[in-house]
């Protein structure tokens, strides 16, 4: 768990500032909130969500659904996994890249969630990312 994310400025206006209310704040909970992890990818529940933003399991859901839509994550709800999708090449591009620990973290956590469908979305998705990491591109 990081105590700290870094957020471009830019993605208000790129991401953001187009989203309905209820769409800000879960994208901008998903992206800041202590269970999240930098990959963008990991286990969280409609209910945590809900208890901790005071919205309803329903707006909750609906807002998800809705960013779902446009793209901006993936949801498999069956093992309550979200992934933000431009989260790990934001904290790369950020920081100028990945350490080796940061990488081996990276596909650690993906070992531990392989149970979702949302894996082989994030490894086509970054493919490209994690061969430039693995050989020591930036």
């Known amino acids: ?11 208000w206006n790129k991401t953001i500032k187009g989203l309905g209310k209820d769409e ?41 659904g809705s960013l ?16 933000i999708k431009d989260m790990l090449k934001i904290q790369y591009e950020l920081k100028g890249g990945l350490t080796e620990n940061q990488l081996k973290g990276i596909c650690n956590h993906i070992e531990s969630e392989d149970s979702s469908k949302l894996i082989d ?9 994690l061969d430039k990491i693995k050989v020591g591109e930036k």
């Open 68 to 83: 779902v839509e446009k793209g901006l994550i993936g949801y498999d709800n069956s093992n309550e996994i979200i992934w």
């Open 24 to 64: 800000k704040i879960i994208f901008l909970y998903l992206y800041l909130n202590k269970h999240s992890h930098y990959s963008g990818l990991y286990s969280i529940s409609i209910p945590l969500i809900a208890h901790e933003t005071d919205l309803t399991n329903d707006e909750v859901g609906k807002a998800i």
């Open 121 to 129: 979305e994030f490894n086509l998705y970054y493919g490209y990312l």
């Open 1 to 11: 768990m990081s105590i700290f994310r870094s957020v471009p400025i830019s993605l």
